[in-house]
């Protein structure tokens, strides 16, 4: 399994502060939920706790939830006043019934196979309100599949903070799941001689969706989808889905 979660938590921290524009993202989801009167609102993969921050300091009743208690070890510290719990999406329960559930950074890459989707989608229309709205951005498959080679190779060079940082990364198709693709990645860190040492390895599955893949799913798990919308992202096209509970 993913070890950028576990091992690299605090350089995932770190580099995807330089990739994703947290501010830009806090204003989309500020938008979505005001315009829909949204109090309640439990994140889904809140990862190191960069959009909890900024929802908590505006007001809303905010909860994260995240798969790896070494991300939320630093969403601890991010956002010290927040709430947050260790939980995998595709099995949980939530206390109280919510206005909306948010599933951010295209964190439902990692629910590669149906089942996975399913079992997600029905313990969040469970936790939700009759009513209540799920919203999430996801990879957009008829976008990234086209022109995909069979192996790509990408090198990122970032710097946070003081720390330069370099990532090797090998993305390889494999359609086993269904619009999922391999990604291994070697991480490096420039030491004080100037050379980039290695800090770790990480290989992970991921899928992007159709939108009329993820409509479907949405219908037989008891959601209606009320909005689609393109959204950009530093890597990558996504769509961003809002669908009601019925
Ligand atoms: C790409 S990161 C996005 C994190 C955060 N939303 C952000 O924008 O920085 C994906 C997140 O999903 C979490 N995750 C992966 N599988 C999960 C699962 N089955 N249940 C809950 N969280 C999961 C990972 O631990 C990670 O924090």
């Known amino acids: 399994m993913s070890k950028l979660y576990t091992n690299l938590a605090n350089v995932y921290h770190e580099i995807y502060q330089t990739l994703f524009d947290y501010d830009e993202e806090f204003k989309f989801y500020d938008k979505h939920l005001k315009e829909n009167e949204i109090k309640s609102v439990v994140e889904i993969g809140c990862g190191t706790g960069n959009l909890a921050k900024r929802l908590h300091e505006a007001g809303y009743e905010y909860l994260g939830i995240d798969l790896f208690d070494e991300m939320l070890k630093i969403a601890k510290t991010t956002a010290p006043l927040a709430k947050f719990r260790q939980a995998d999406a595709r099995n949980f329960e939530l206390q109280e019934k919510q206005d909306c559930v948010i599933i951010t950074g295209r964190s439902i890459s990692y629910l590669t196979s149906n089942n996975d989707l399913i079992k997600a989608f029905n313990c969040i229309a469970n936790g939700l309100k009759q ?36 990532r090797i990364s090998k993305s390889k198709k494999n359609l086993q799941f269904g619009w999922t693709w391999d990604w291994e990645s070697e991480y490096f860190m420039k030491n004080q001689d100037g050379e980039y040492e290695k800090i770790g390895e990480d290989f992970s599955t991921l899928r992007a969706f159709l939108q009329d893949e993820l409509s479907l799913f949405l219908k037989i798990t008891g959601f209606e989808l009320v909005n689609l919308l393109p959204k950009k992202s530093y890597a990558w096209d996504d769509n961003f889905f809002i669908a009601k509970k019925v």
């Open 131 to 166: 009513d209540g709205l799920l919203m999430f951005d996801a990879i957009d498959a008829s976008k990234l599949f086209v022109g995909f080679t069979y192996e790509k190779l990408d090198t990122l060079l970032t710097t946070y903070s003081s720390n330069e940082y370099k």
